[in-house]
C-alpha cells in the first residue's frame, strides 16, 4: 500500500505520536508564559533549545539505525531548524509578552490552512471539498474563541509577531515532508533541532545574563519546554508526519486552542467565557469533518 493510503487509516502508534505532540505543543503557550518571567523571548528560545538538542544528542547516540545525510540535504535540514523552528519559537515568544497563552494558540492555530495550501502547491497533495469545510468550519471555531477572548488582550505588535510565527509553523510542515520519505523521523528531527540550536547561539550573552537571575519557577518552566515540547513532540511529530498527508496530519492542530485555554486557565488563571468553549467545540467539529473526508479518500 501507498504512504497515502496507509495514512488516512491511522495506526495506533500514529495516533499516540500525534496526541503527544499535540498536548505537549499545547501546554508550550503555557510554559512560554512561566518562562518569560525569567528570560527575554531570545534567551528562552536558545535555552530551550539548548536543553532539546542535548535531549536529541542523547537519543541519537543509542539510535542504531542512523542515516547518512547528503551534504545539500544535511545544509537545507539546518536551514529549515534555523527559520522554521529557530525563527518560529523567537517571534512566539515575543509575541506572548503581550498576548495569553490561550489567544496565542488560537492564533498560531491557523498554520493548518496554511501547510494545506503550501502541501497543494509542492507536494500535489489532493484537497477534497470536504477537507475545506472542515478547515473553513475550524477557522469559524477558532474566531469565535478570539472574540470570546478579545477583552484580555490588546491589538499591538505582538498580534504581528503572532502572524509571523504562523506563517513559519504552516511553512515548517511541508518543507520537512519530502526528507522523512528518505530519512528515519528520528534522524531529520536531530538535525532540525541542532540547526534550530546553532541559529539561536546569538542569543547566548543575553541567555548568560538571564540565566543569572531568573526565578526557578521560570528556569523549571524553560527546562520543561526543552525536553517535552521541544525534543519528544517534534520527535513525536516528525514520525506522525512521515505515515500521512502532511494537509491531514496538519489539521489535527486545531486541537491545540482547546487544549492550551484549559492549560491556561488551571495553571495561569485565564478565564475563558462561554464564547470561547463553544469555539473551541466548532473547531473541534472542523477537524472531525476534515479527518474524515480524508478517511473516504483512502
Not at 471539498?129 to 473553513?136: E, H, K, T
Not at 528518505?182 to 546569538?202: E, N, P, Q, R, S
Amino acid at each position: 500500500m501507498s504512504d497515502i493510503k496507509t495514512s488516512t487509516i491511522l495506526s495506533l502508534k500514529t495516533k499516540i505520536a500525534l496526541a503527544v505532540a499535540i498536548i505537549l505543543w499545547s501546554s508550550a503557550f503555557v510554559g512560554i508564559r512561566m518562562g518569560l518571567k525569567g528570560y527575554s523571548p531570545g534567551s528562552l528560545a536558545l535555552f530551550r533549545f539548548l536543553i532539546a538538542s542535548i535531549c536529541m544528542g542523547l537519543i541519537y547516540l543509542k539510535w542504531s539505525n542512523k542515516n547518512k545525510f547528503s551534504k545539500k540535504d544535511l545544509l537545507l535540514l539546518f536551514l529549515f531548524g534555523a527559520i522554521g523552528i529557530g525563527g518560529y519559537h523567537v517571534f512566539l515568544n515575543y509575541g506572548e509578552i503581550s498576548i495569553p497563552s490561550g489567544i496565542a494558540s488560537f492564533i498560531v492555530s491557523q498554520s493548518p490552512l496554511i501547510s494545506m495550501f503550501f502541501a497543494i502547491a509542492f507536494l500535489r497533495e489532493s484537497f477534497s471539498p470536504g477537507a475545506m469545510v472542515g478547515a473553513l468550519i475550524s477557522i469559524i471555531g477558532v474566531g469565535l474563541i478570539s472574540i470570546g477572548e478579545s477583552d484580555h488582550f490588546k491589538f499591538d505588535i505582538g498580534i504581528l509577531f503572532m502572524l509571523i510565527a504562523t506563517l513559519l509553523s504552516g511553512l515548517y510542515s511541508v518543507l520537512q515532508k519530502p526528507f522523512l520519505k528518505k530519512y528515519h523521523a528520528i534522524d531529520v528531527t536531530v538535525i532540525i533541532i541542532w540547526g534550530c540550536t546553532l541559529v539561536l547561539l546569538v542569543y547566548l550573552p543575553s541567555l548568560l545574563r538571564d540565566i543569572k537571575t531568573a526565578s526557578m519557577s521560570a528556569t523549571i518552566a524553560v527546562v520543561y519546554l526543552g525536553i517535552f515540547p521541544a525534543a519528544i513532540a517534534y520527535i513525536a511529530w516528525s514520525y506522525a508526519l512521515a505515515r500521512m498527508p502532511a494537509s491531514q496530519c496538519v489539521s489535527f492542530l486545531y486541537f491545540m486552542p482547546v487544549i492550551a485555554t484549559v492549560l491556561g486557565w488551571l495553571c495561569l488563571g485565564e478565564v475563558p467565557v462561554v464564547l470561547s468553549l463553544f469555539g473551541g467545540m466548532i473547531a473541534l467539529l472542523g477537524v472531525w469533518i476534515a479527518n474524515r473526508s480524508f478517511a473516504k479518500e483512502g
